[in-house]
């Protein structure tokens, strides 16, 4: 398997001495768990609506709203002195 890095990407990857290998097999792992987590969701989500049936308009909007302050929480909004100065930001830890 042959993998294509644009310049800019691959003069980063060896001016960082970072472990190329490593971090693609990583990047990999990570996307494959997350496909499988996506496809146990919608299994789930299936499994849900033949089971209790649709969703009510109102139960859609209070999961809607529940999305958007764990989405918050998980990533809180830029303070104008961060914005000046961009960085790549994790999750919050609990």
Request: net charge negative; glycine share 2%.
């Amino acid at each position: 398997m042959q993998i294509y890095l644009p310049d800019d990407l691959y003069a980063e990857v060896k001016s960082r001495k970072l472990p190329a290998s490593e971090l693609l097999q990583r990047a990999i792992r990570a996307e494959i768990r997350r496909e499988d987590q996506l496809i146990a969701a919608s299994e789930f989500l299936e499994e849900a609506i033949h089971q209790y049936g649709e969703p009510s308009p109102e139960a859609i909007a209070r999961a809607e709203e529940l999305a958007a302050r764990v989405k918050a929480h998980l990533y809180p909004p830029v303070q104008d002195d961060e914005a000046s100065h961009p960085t790549t930001r994790a999750p919050k830890a609990s």
